[in-house]
């Protein structure tokens, strides 16, 4: 009878024990581990929740960031977007880091932030080392104030928040944050769940530079024999406005034939600085004698232009070259764009190698340089002295916002 019920009591306790292994499985509490794992996320919440503001009553929103890993990072950015209708902010202060100068709003930001119902929070750690954030701890980025305008819940809606790890390596990578236990509002507020590093995946500069083959007459139907041509460029860079002797710029080029890039071959030259703040260099190339070329140009720390005719004008904006080719004919070819503009700041990307856009994270390694005080170190100089003085810069920071605000930031296709 004893042994009855012990059997009994075992064979309930053993069930109850599986259901709740089965139960734990499906409630994720044996996950942990793949948490630390790779990829660091960020979570983003508002504290406190917000709830109900009376009319003219005032609130303070703390912004706290909490990463899954440690995380040592030199910057981070986001956007809020608020209803300037039901909300007024009277004041924002950063909590880490402080405000990156022209590109970040803060509290004597605010009537432009009120007009708008938005907010550009930039910041970058002072520190040369950046500053680590702890795994699975709360830090406080932003404390936003203001008041209610008419009664209700303040929505704050964050968008596009994003932070600057730099590795042991001195590369950044960028981490993409995720909104969590966020406000009240119902559609923007849990859309973007956890963030990652995006990885972009192949590079155009990890293409090999050599120089060019020969056989651009054998691919095509064409029966014409190539002949070798000699183009020689000239081109003027954003920023450059003093002549240093012994400049020179690694450049490189893809020709299109008929819209199709010619055997992917990349073609690279040196080109150098002279006295008339244009860079000069040639390259040789054998071609099918044509009428429909196009030339992607690229110099060094520079977005990549479209050029289709053999004086390149419209220096200050992206162009479409629309029907626009290049003939080409003879065996020497003078391919002058002193009346285009090649802008500066492609230096860096995830891989740490330039990735045909002017982004934060190009903005960010210039200022990194900057508070690190290694300006003048020639492998700075090489990678991010986008005016070519000798030195990086705020000179060269501002550069990168002046592209921003013609509203270019990517390689032209
Ligand atoms: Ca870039
Ligand atoms: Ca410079």
């Given at each position: 009878?004893?042994?009855?019920?012990?059997?009994?009591?075992?064979?309930?306790?053993?069930?109850?024990?599986?259901?709740?292994?089965?139960?734990?499985?499906t409630?994720?509490?044996?996950?942990?581990?793949?948490?630390?794992?790779?990829?660091?996320?960020?979570?983003?919440?508002?504290?406190?929740?917000?709830?109900?503001?009376?009319?003219?009553?005032?609130?303070?929103?703390?912004?706290?960031?909490?990463?899954?890993?440690?995380?040592?990072?030199?910057?981070?950015?986001?956007?809020?977007?608020?209803?300037?209708?039901?909300?007024?902010?009277?004041?924002?202060?950063?909590?880490?880091?402080?405000?990156?100068?022209?590109?970040?709003?803060?509290?004597?930001?605010?009537?432009?932030?009120?007009?708008?119902?938005?907010?550009n929070?930039?910041?970058?750690?002072?520190?040369?080392?950046?500053?680590?954030?702890?795994?699975?701890?709360?830090?406080?980025?932003?404390?936003?104030?203001?008041?209610?305008?008419?009664?209700g819940?303040?929505?704050?809606?964050?968008?596009?928040?994003?932070?600057?790890?730099?590795?042991?390596?001195?590369?950044?990578?960028?981490?993409?944050?995720?909104?969590?236990?966020?406000?009240?509002?119902s559609?923007?507020?849990?859309?973007?769940s956890?963030?990652?590093?995006?990885?972009?995946?192949?590079?155009?500069?990890?293409?090999?530079?050599s120089?060019?083959?020969?056989?651009?007459?054998?691919?095509?139907?064409?029966?014409?024999?190539?002949?070798?041509?000699?183009?020689?460029?000239?081109?003027?860079m954003?920023?450059?406005l003093?002549?240093?002797?012994?400049?020179?710029?690694?450049?490189?080029?893809?020709?299109?034939?008929?819209?199709?890039?010619?055997?992917?071959?990349?073609?690279?030259?040196?080109?150098?600085?002279?006295?008339?703040?244009?860079?000069?260099?040639?390259?040789?190339?054998?071609?099918?004698?044509?009428?429909?070329?196009?030339?992607?140009?690229?110099?060094d720390?520079?977005?990549?232009?479209k050029?289709?005719?053999?004086?390149?004008?419209?220096?200050?904006?992206?162009?479409?070259?629309?029907?626009?080719?290049?003939?080409?004919?003879?065996?020497?070819?003078?391919?002058?764009?002193?009346?285009?503009?090649?802008?500066?700041?492609?230096?860096?990307?995830?891989?740490?190698?330039?990735?045909?856009?002017?982004?934060?994270?190009?903005?960010?390694?210039?200022?990194?340089?900057?508070q690190?005080?290694?300006?003048k170190?020639?492998?700075k100089?090489?990678?991010a002295?986008?005016?070519?003085?000798?030195?990086?810069?705020?000179?060269?920071?501002?550069?990168?916002?002046?592209?921003?605000?013609?509203?270019?930031?990517?390689?032209?296709?």
């Amino acid at each position: 009878m004893i042994r009855k019920k012990i059997i009994i009591t075992t064979g309930i306790l053993l069930i109850i024990g599986i259901l709740t292994i089965v139960y734990g499985v499906t409630k994720g509490w044996f996950n942990k581990k793949s948490k630390a794992s790779g990829t660091p996320t960020v979570l983003l919440r508002v504290d406190p929740i917000p709830v109900q503001i009376a009319e003219n009553n005032t609130f303070s929103y703390t912004l706290k960031a909490n990463p899954n890993q440690n995380l040592n990072i030199i910057g981070y950015l986001l956007t809020i977007n608020f209803d300037n209708a039901k909300v007024q902010i009277t004041s924002i202060e950063y909590k880490t880091g402080v405000i990156s100068q022209d590109l970040g709003q803060d509290t004597s930001n605010k009537d432009t932030v009120n007009q708008l119902g938005k907010i550009n929070i930039q910041a970058e750690i002072s520190t040369a080392q950046g500053e680590l954030l702890l795994q699975n701890t709360d830090v406080n980025l932003v404390t936003i104030s203001g008041k209610a305008l008419i009664t209700g819940i303040p929505q704050l809606l964050i968008d596009n928040f994003k932070l600057y790890q730099i590795n042991s390596d001195s590369t950044l990578t960028e981490v993409s944050g995720g909104v969590g236990e966020f406000s009240t509002s119902s559609s923007s507020s849990q859309s973007s769940s956890s963030g990652s590093v995006a990885s972009s995946s192949s590079s155009s500069e990890q293409s090999s530079l050599s120089s060019s083959s020969s056989n651009a007459s054998t691919s095509s139907s064409s029966s014409q024999e190539s002949v070798k041509v000699v183009i020689k460029i000239k081109y003027r860079m954003q920023g450059v406005l003093n002549w240093i002797a012994n400049q020179s710029a690694l450049t490189k080029l893809k020709i299109l034939k008929n819209g199709v890039e010619i055997d992917n071959d990349s073609i690279s030259f040196i080109a150098s600085l002279s006295s008339d703040y244009l860079w000069h260099g040639q390259f040789e190339q054998r071609l099918v004698p044509s009428n429909d070329y196009v030339f992607l140009v690229k110099p060094d720390k520079h977005l990549q232009r479209k050029v289709c005719s053999l004086s390149g004008r419209d220096s200050s904006t992206l162009y479409d070259c629309g029907e626009n080719t290049i003939t080409l004919s003879s065996n020497t070819t003078d391919l002058d764009l002193s009346g285009l503009t090649f802008f500066a700041g492609d230096i860096t990307g995830e891989q740490g190698i330039a990735d045909g856009k002017v982004d934060s994270l190009d903005y960010v390694m210039i200022q990194l340089i900057i508070q690190n005080n290694t300006g003048k170190d020639p492998t700075k100089v090489a990678k991010a002295d986008l005016n070519y003085d000798g030195i990086v810069d705020t000179q060269d920071a501002s550069l990168i916002i002046e592209v921003w605000e013609k509203g270019i930031n990517q390689d032209e296709k």
